[in-house]
T-cell receptor, first 117, second 110 residues
């Protein structure tokens, strides 16, 4: 079954304690991306990756790191989490470039709800 | 930076009604996504459009590149269509940065 898997799904942590949210996809997709979703602000892109060893910043990259050493994995790293990083996080992947026009849907993970105290 | 506006913010309909959700953006784009998010649930991609129109079941998405506008239509709406519908645009160029609208909360009553 085609899927994007995120772990952990729920996490409560404390300020400054480094954490990693993993994301793995089994569709051999080139493109992967991280988003955060906050009430009133909607979804915002944190980082994205067009392929292995190719990453770029989205709109809200501050306080986050990513790496893309393998095609299937794209972990999100919070080196020193702060309360303003409390949010719902989504990972997504898609084929890139699209095989034909008007194709190339995004596949999302189920989300990771992070609370930083 | 592309600004993405969705309307309406909230929409309540009776089962069977025809629904239209609109998305406007400020800067030329290379692609537009429509997403669906059920309460407490994950996000599902409905369409990816770069031109014209696409149909999937009771859902139809259209895009007018010149007018910088897209619409999502739901025919014969059903309570299970109740969800937040989100528009996201990819600006032109070689990157794949996405900008999202704030979403439209649709409630379909039986």
């Amino acid at each position: 079954e085609a899927q994007v898997t995120q772990n952990p799904r729920y996490l409560i942590t404390v300020t400054g304690k480094k954490l990693t949210v993993t994301c793995s996809q089994n569709m051999n997709h080139e493109y992967m991306s991280w988003y955060r979703q906050d009430p009133g602000l909607g979804l915002r892109q944190i980082y994205y990756s067009m392929n292995v060893e190719v990453t770029d910043k989205g709109d809200v990259p501050e306080g986050y790191k990513v790496s893309r050493k393998e095609k299937r994995n794209f972990p999100l790293i919070l080196e020193s989490p702060s309360p303003n990083q409390t949010s719902l996080y989504f990972c997504a992947s898609r084929i890139f470039p699209p095989l034909r026009a008007n194709t190339g849907e995004l596949f999302f993970g189920e989300g990771s709800r992070l609370t930083v105290l | 930076k592309n600004e993405v506006e969705q309307s309406p913010q909230n929409l309540t309909a009776q089962e069977g009604e025809f629904i239209t959700i609109n998305c406007s953006y400020s800067v030329g784009i290379s692609a537009l996504h429509w997403l669906q998010q059920h309460p407490g649930g994950g996000i599902v991609s409905l369409f990816m459009l770069s031109s014209g129109k696409k149909k999937h079941g009771r859902l139809i998405a259209t895009i007018n590149i010149q007018e910088k506008h897209s619409s999502l239509h739901i025919t014969a709406s059903h309570p299970r269509d109740s969800a937040v519908y989100i528009c996201a645009v990819r600006s032109g160029g070689s990157n794949y940065k996405l900008t999202f609208g704030k979403g439209t909360l649709l409630t379909v009553n039986p």
